[in-house]
């Protein structure tokens, strides 16, 4: 197990989740790793909250991943980071969006979203980047991209070189969107 | 060697292309969805099809079977409850061309209304239950079970899980090899009819196979001793097995890619050769009753837990009593003790918002079925009341009808669940002299496990056009008198529509139409805002609980334009008319 490196992705069903975990898998294929990740679909791809996880090494056995092994999480909406927070190690990295979607439960005022989201967060990840996922990509146009831009802040975290990231978003997205998403990518990883 | 990244579902699809399946048939159901969405790639070597029902898919691989042709059939767990029919007496007569009945169980239930073993069926049908334990071999016995359901005249079960079905882990690709039974049905009365003087003798063969089958489970490498550190053995199957790999380490492990039948002697030496014994399943004790059943002594359920999925931090807690030790899991941040749950909802723009809103004005007790409209059970829509099964909703709208119900009873259910099994519910209600009302929200495509093909869409898996059946039609054809189409996005429509249909005393029918618009693609409408200045805070717009019209802390609600899909529902129920078309 020790040799298994784990990612947790979280956020909100339509932001793209899967995505942002295909490059990642791809990106640890590339580099010549045994690879496993895991997702759900269906009912909770409905605007719940959505996590993908994402294991490589040698050799790798279980799909999910053990709750506080993660080495990294990234999280693309403030309090599913927080939800999702237990799952990381000790010191391991915290990329999270500062982006709050809000869930109908809030707006329907059955429940409430915390106002002190951003310093939660700030208290519980002692290893914590924060990115403006949304506004990156919405600058390179095209505000769907804030997937992309969170696993440009999380790549250098990771051990793959910027060429491995870049061939891994060519395999992973529509050939019409590579660009973008390469431009989105580059400047999350340059913050 | 050709390696890709592969779901379990993508490489049982590409498993039965390399085994010359010959035809595939299912109907959708999370997780067993994208095994027919991906075999559809493979068209020009094979046929396949989304059937009504899980009863008439599995029907129609059988007649690819008895004509001698390789076949498969999908379908979620609670799928083969509605293919039990055939399979029992299937497994009777017995395959010709292999036949693989796949079935994907959904442990936890991330997307199910209960949750079942299906290794079950083993015992019940007395045919073998193969468990792959990641998507190589979800591929490689895929051909597996083809070669043993040929050699045996079986069919075989794949069962996979929700684990199985939806990791991806790397598979190596091979090419196709047609299989070399030639398609030809050969005439063989005592074989293929099972009236009961040859039934009886079918049965007897039932049992001698039976032998056989624990003979090859003796055998077969697919049953596979990991002999390690022996002061532990552990046995184990599917998913279950990577984890107990990942936490025991260096136990010796006993991985049963056939779970049913078992092999006897395999397990009697494995339980000789090491100090204890555990065998840990997920959902029922299947195997651990079995080897007590033989006098070997062993630990399992006193210590793993019988419901829910299994995950590798239930395995450590498992280890730990196994050890009598405690163990402490990371539990989630104090900081997020207070978050506002994210429950599953209708997406904005969704048609079925509509109809719950105009529901929720009547005094109903409304039956429902499976689809996405389940969710109108969760507030702030909260005007589903029942949930059972595929096609229950219209039956038990009639029968709380029947026995006098004051409420206005109410089935409603979707248009891929009417075409599986709610038009025998309409030909009961009809027939019957019911008078409840039938609502089928018909979003044009079987929308909850990701936009599907069905008999009244007009297309085919193969993306063929095909014949595209109507449900008024069908509806008029039982019987009905009373048939009628909405539009779910006018209010005013569907409050007149439904409560005339409500208020009469003959059965009715109506079809509430409009597409899924994740499915169409494109606005429904122009993006609505609210006029902050009109806005009186009466918080009407949020009671339809669409995930757009956003609020937090109390204050006035906005509309979020990346999420609008300008169906216009709020508009219309704005008492101050303060939303309208967003200024470009």
């Known amino acids: ?191 | 060697m050709l390696k890709e990244l592969l779901s379990g579902n993508q490489a049982i699809a590409r498993g039965a292309w390399e085994a010359g399946v010959k035809l595939a048939a299912g109907y959708p159901g999370t997780p067993s969805t994208e095994i027919l969405e991906n075999i559809v790639q493979y068209k020009s070597d094979l046929h396949c099809e989304w059937a009504p029902n899980e009863k008439v898919a599995f029907e129609v691989a059988v007649g690819a079977s008895f004509a001698g042709a390789r076949a498969i059939v999908t379908m979620k767990h609670v799928g083969l409850n509605v293919a039990a029919d055939p399979l029992m007496t299937f497994a009777m007569s017995g395959a010709v061309g292999g036949m693989l009945i796949v079935v994907a169980d959904d442990p936890g239930m991330h997307s199910s209304q209960n949750e079942q073993d299906s290794r079950n069926w083993g015992a019940f049908a007395k045919i073998p239950i193969l468990e792959p334990a990641d998507s190589q071999e979800a591929k490689d016995f895929v051909k597996v079970g083809l070669e043993l359901s040929e050699k045996f005249e079986t069919p075989v079960i794949l069962r996979t899980c929700t684990r199985i079905s939806h990791s991806r882990s790397l598979v190596e690709l091979k090419d196709r090899v047609e299989s070399s039974k030639p398609v030809e049905f050969k005439k063989d009365p005592p074989r293929y009819v099972a009236i009961p003087a040859w039934a009886r003798k079918m049965r007897v063969k039932v049992e001698q196979r039976l032998y056989k089958l624990i003979a090859e489970a003796e055998k077969n490498p697919i049953n596979r001793l990991e002999l390690n550190n022996k002061d532990l053995g552990i046995i184990a199957s599917s998913a279950t097995y990577q984890y107990v790999k990942d936490i025991f380490g260096d136990a010796s492990v006993l991985k049963l890619g056939m779970s049913y039948p078992l092999p006897e002697g395999k397990i009697r030496e494995f339980a000789g050769a090491v100090k204890e014994l555990l065998v840990i399943e997920e959902l029922d004790s299947l195997i651990e009753n079995q080897v007590k059943a033989w006098g070997i002594k062993c630990r399992g359920r006193d210590i793993v837990p019988g419901i829910g999925e299994h995950t590798p931090g239930r395995i450590r807690e498992i280890k730990a009593r196994l050890n009598e030790q405690k163990v402490i899991l990371p539990t989630p941040v104090a900081e997020s003790a207070d978050l506002p749950p994210r429950p599953p909802v209708l997406c904005p723009g969704c048609p079925h918002r509509g109809t719950f809103t105009a529901l929720k004005k009547f005094d109903v007790a409304v039956m429902g079925d499976i689809g996405c409209y389940s969710l109108g059970t969760l507030p702030p829509l909260s005007s589903l009341d029942s949930i059972l099964c595929m096609g229950g909703s219209v039956p038990m709208a009639h029968g709380m009808q029947k026995v006098g119900e004051k409420k206005y009873c109410v089935g409603i259910l979707g248009d891929s669940t009417f075409f599986h099994s709610g038009m025998t519910g309409i030909a009961n209600t009809s027939y019957n002299k019911g008078s409840s009302t039938t609502i089928v929200v018909d979003n044009r495509i079987t929308a909850m496990t990701g936009h599907q093909d069905h008999p009244g869409t007009g297309k085919t898996l193969e993306g063929e056009e095909t014949q595209e059946l109507s449900i008024e039609a069908i509806a008029k054809a039982c019987g009905y008198k009373r048939v009628r189409t909405a539009n779910p996005y006018n209010m005013k429509e569907m409050d007149s529509v439904l409560k005339e249909e409500l208020e009469s005393d003959d059965a009715s029918l109506v079809v509430v139409k409009a597409v899924c618009p994740l499915y169409a693609k494109k606005l429904i409408g122009p993006k609505q805002e609210i006029n902050q200045d009109e806005c009186v805070n009466c918080k009407a717009c949020l009671k339809i609980g669409c995930p757009a019209i956003e609020s937090k802390d109390g204050q006035k609600p906005t509309i979020n334009p990346l999420l609008c899909w300008g169906c216009g529902l709020c508009t219309q129920i704005c008492p101050k008319g303060a939303i309208k078309a967003k200024a470009k």
């Open chain 1, 1 to 191: 197990m020790s040799d298994t490196t784990s990612v947790v992705l979280v956020g909100v069903g339509g932001q793209g989740i899967l995505l942002a975990s295909e490059i990642l898998a791809q990106a640890a294929m590339l580099a010549g790793y045994d690879v496993k990740t895991n997702e759900v679909h269906g009912m909770a791809q409905r605007g719940g909250s959505v996590m993908a996880q994402v294991r490589y090494g040698r050799k790798v056995y279980s799909p999910l991943i053990e709750e506080g092994t993660a080495v990294a999480l990234a999280s693309l909406e403030q309090i599913e980071g927080l939800r999702a927070a237990h799952y990381l190690k000790e010191g391991g990295l915290a990329v999270v969006s500062s982006q709050q979607v809000v869930p109908v439960t809030v707006s329907s005022g059955v429940a409430e979203y915390p106002g002190d989201a951003a310093e939660r967060v700030a208290k519980v990840f002692s290893n914590l980047k924060v990115v403006d996922a949304a506004s990156i990509a919405a600058e390179a146009g095209n505000s769907k991209a804030a997937n992309v831009a969170v696993i440009g802040a999380l790549s250098n975290g990771l051990e793959f070189d910027e060429e491995l990231w870049i061939q891994a978003i060519k395999k992973s997205v529509k050939a019409s969107f590579i660009d973008l998403n390469i431009e989105v990518f580059k400047k999350a990883r340059a913050l």
